[in-house]
């Protein structure tokens, strides 16, 4: 069975502040995506990354893809209090195979 | 993207009764999962919803308790039978798009009393 582990679960910070999630594996993952999830809805895609190395820009979110394609990282530059939400990582081992999920970090944004 | 929806988004039920969950997509996706996710939590796979054949169920998920049907490509229902206050959930609908891409529904927010 793969393991994704996210962290970290928490995160409360101020307005204006960085801040990094990651999620490691043991396992390579032929993709990983980002999802951020607000309270009453369903998790929207942030990106998908299928290249070890590769890095992605969303805007303030920079999404990097490990060159083992083992691990991923997600940075937030300057968050707002509109970044506040459930992110989750997911992998998947294969082309369509199933997703595997972190734990979700909770990210609390402060005005 | 795909765009998905659910039907109902929230219900509250009597124990012992039964509520199946619609899912529709507006374009065909290659296939359809149903998750089951506690509120700040991560989600977990209940099955992988197959067209005109019964659902392949993750481990502690049986097909009578979670009968799930996909007649078409972009149409699939849960149902969640014989509801127990456990059953108390988000239940979430998934649909891949090509190789990797997935896009998830809004959820429906089940509580039994």
């Known amino acids: 069975t793969q393991l994704l582990e996210q962290s970290p679960q928490f995160l409360s910070i101020q307005e204006g502040e960085n801040l990094t999630v990651y999620c490691n594996s043991s396992?390579?993952?032929?993709?990983l995506q980002w999802y951020r999830q607000e309270p009453g809805e369903g998790p929207v895609l942030l990106v998908t990354?299928?290249?070890?190395?590769e890095v992605k820009k969303l805007k303030r979110l920079t999404f990097q893809f490990g060159d083992a394609r083992k691990d991923s990282s997600l940075h937030i530059t300057a968050a707002q209090p509109g970044d506040t939400g459930l992110y989750l990582c997911?992998?998947?081992?294969?082309?369509?195979?199933?997703?595997?999920f972190g734990q979700g970090t909770i990210l609390t944004v402060h005005p | 993207s795909a765009v998905i929806s659910q039907k109902p988004s929230r219900d509250i039920c009597q124990r012992g009764t039964s509520l199946t969950i619609q899912c529709q997509v507006d374009s065909q996706v290659t296939m359809m999962f149903w998750y089951r996710q506690q509120p700040g939590q991560s989600l977990t796979l209940i099955a992988t919803a197959n067209q005109g054949s019964e659902a392949t169920y993750e481990s502690g998920f049986v097909i009578d308790k979670f009968p799930i049907s996909r007649p078409n490509l972009t149409f699939s229902t849960l149902t969640v039978s014989n509801m127990s206050p456990e059953d108390s959930s988000i239940y979430l609908c998934?649909?891949?798009?090509?190789?990797?891409?997935?896009?998830f529904g809004p959820g429906t927010r089940l509580l039994v009393l």
């Open positions: 396992s390579v993952f032929s993709s």
């Open positions: 990354v299928v290249t070890g190395g």
């Open positions: 998934s649909g891949r798009e090509g190789e990797e891409t997935q896009y």
């Open positions: 997911a992998g998947a081992s294969t082309s369509y195979g199933k997703l595997t």
